[in-house]
């Protein structure tokens, strides 16, 4: 069964273009500004839709081709929303042994979403990652800033209500 992208729709304001729009103007003569360019876009929104590399692609007459190839390339570039909350289990060799593969499968069906994607409501984005350097709360678990640890699946739905 082919597993379906979640993907929330490009929802760029006026505001965010213009600022890209002046950002591009004030680089785009400088060499190398095309790097300094993606990144703050990705500043402005978050991320860097096909939307957003289609207006850097045509203010600078720059085939979108390569936009895209440096940002599937560099892994700072997302081409996909962060949700308000990110989700990131903890993967590393102390957690994996303590059972996070667990609490990341149960996330995946609590969330209905798989790595890297967004929930439909932008709300929540689900990542793995190798090492939060909390080894000895394994299996870890971080929602933005907020760490929780010697985490079981059962105890997921709580901690997914309080956001």
């Known amino acids: 069964m082919a597993s379906k992208k979640t993907t929330v729709p490009f929802q760029g304001t006026k505001e965010q273009e213009q600022k890209l729009m002046a950002v591009i103007d004030e680089l785009k003569d400088q060499p190398g500004a095309l790097m300094p360019i993606m990144q703050k876009a990705q ?3 978050g991320y860097l839709p096909i939307e957003v590399q289609t207006m850097i692609s045509e203010k600078m007459g720059v085939p979108l081709e390569k936009i895209y190839g440096i940002a599937t390339f560099y892994a700072q570039f997302t081409l996909s ?13 102390a957690c994996y042994v303590k059972g996070a593969q667990a609490i990341y499968d149960k996330l995946v069906e609590l969330l209905g979403i798989q790595e890297g994607e967004c929930t439909p409501d932008g709300k929540f984005s689900l990542e793995a990652c190798r090492c939060v350097g909390a080894c000895g709360l394994a299996p870890v678990m971080m929602i933005n800033d ?6 079981t699946p059962d105890m997921l739905p709580d901690i997914l209500a309080k956001y």
């Open 43 to 45: 500043d402005i929104y």
């Open 81 to 93: 929303p962060k949700g308000k909350y990110r989700c990131s289990v903890c993967l590393g060799t």
């Open 146 to 151: 907020d760490v929780y640890g010697r985490l």
